[in-house]
């Protein structure tokens, strides 16, 4: 399959914590990858195309655990897989340092851990 998806992914472990916008209902969920753009992750709870959730990420760091503002993001696609539905999200606005700064930390330690 021809990946359609201009910007590079980046493969990270951190913890992520997922809402549901609409209900507030924790997801849990296991980050498969993220770009500038958006992220793809993996779940159990069912999620259908145009649902809207929050996004943080979580770490731990040498100095502490570091837990990531919540970006809102939009459900572009979901596909089932023996009761694993893995979504793709995209990023509501555009990830800038000066408005999430500890997202982007998040995303330097865990980048610099692989």
């Known amino acids: 399959m ?19 916008n609409g209900t ?5 969920a296991v980050l498969l990858n993220i770009s500038s753009y958006g992220a793809c992750f993996s779940t159990s709870t069912h999620l259908k195309g145009a649902d809207m959730v929050n996004l943080a990420l979580k770490v731990t760091a040498p100095d502490g655990v570091i837990e990531s503002e919540e970006l809102l993001c939009t ?21 800038k340092e000066e408005a999430y700064p500890l997202f982007i930390k998040c995303l330097e330690y865990t980048q610099s851990r692989m």
């Open 2 to 20: 021809r990946d359609k998806r201009g910007q590079e992914r980046k493969y990270l472990s951190a913890e992520t914590l997922v809402r549901h």
């Open 75 to 95: 459900v572009r696609w979901v596909e089932r897989d023996s009761g694993v539905y893995t979504a793709g999200i995209s990023f509501d606005k555009k990830i």
């Open 24 to 28: 507030g209902e924790q997801i849990e």
